[in-house]
């Protein structure tokens, strides 16, 4: 059964997906990817650049593509926000432990209230970081009318960035699909520089 289940899993690479499930399973991994917190493994920003290429190809249409994904994408957000704003104040109430310290999220609360708008637009672009900002934006009691105009303008700038990148690529350069994987492979590897850099930076400090 294990075998079985890691087939499967091999076989849900993006273009897969996309032939099967269409718009709703673009929506719904967006979604997933965005906000909620046992989305962070799915493959977001090589699933919106696929997309773009499979409206290249006019298997989609990039005029419906683009808003369902934009779509999905605040919502998503809105939905990991909503989590972390319902369950920050009963962590606050718990204990000090081993594992948690009442102090780390009072300096979450304090990073969000000076960062918090570099913060919801620069995860965007970062897998995993992505998933949690907004959970994390919710639990440091980020003021929502400020989380929800920069979750409009990072999700817009995301989605449609990534996809239209896709699509455009898609109508220029012939057989570009024979280049996918790699293609997947660099955007990822751009994708995560910035948190590599970071932590390089923290080991020599």
């Not at 409206?55 to 989590?83: E, N, S």
């Not at 009442?102 to 969000?112: A, D, M, P, S, V």
């Not at 919710?138 to 003021?143: A, I, L, P, S």
């Not at 960035?161 to 751009?190: C, E, Q």
Request: charged share 15%; aromatic share 16%; hydrophobic share 50%.
């Amino acid at each position: 059964m294990h075998t079985a289940l890691m087939s499967w899993l091999s076989e849900l690479d993006p273009a897969t997906i996309i032939a099967t499930f269409g718009y709703l399973g673009l929506f719904a991994i967006v979604f997933a990817e965005s906000g909620l917190f046992f989305g962070f493994f799915l493959p977001g920003d090589s699933m919106l650049f696929t997309a773009g290429l499979f409206a290249a190809k006019g298997t989609l249409d990039i005029y419906l593509l683009v808003p369902i994904l934009a779509v999905a994408a605040i919502l998503g957000d809105q939905c990991g926000y909503w989590f972390g704003n319902k369950v920050g104040p009963r962590i606050f109430t718990r204990e000090d432990s081993l594992l948690f310290k009442k102090k780390y999220l009072i300096e979450t609360q304090h990073y969000f209230e000076k960062y918090g708008a570099y913060t919801v637009i620069a995860a965007r672009f970062i897998p995993i970081v992505r998933t949690f900002t907004p959970i994390l934006a919710g639990v440091g009691r980020m003021r929502y009318a400020q989380f929800l105009r920069f979750n409009i303008i990072s999700g817009i700038l995301w989605s449609a960035g990534v996809t239209l990148l896709g699509y455009l690529l898609g109508t220029i350069v012939p057989n570009i699909d024979k280049y996918l994987l790699p293609i997947i492979l660099g955007i990822l590897a751009v994708s995560v520089a910035p948190v590599a850099w970071q932590w390089l930076r923290s080991r020599r400090t």
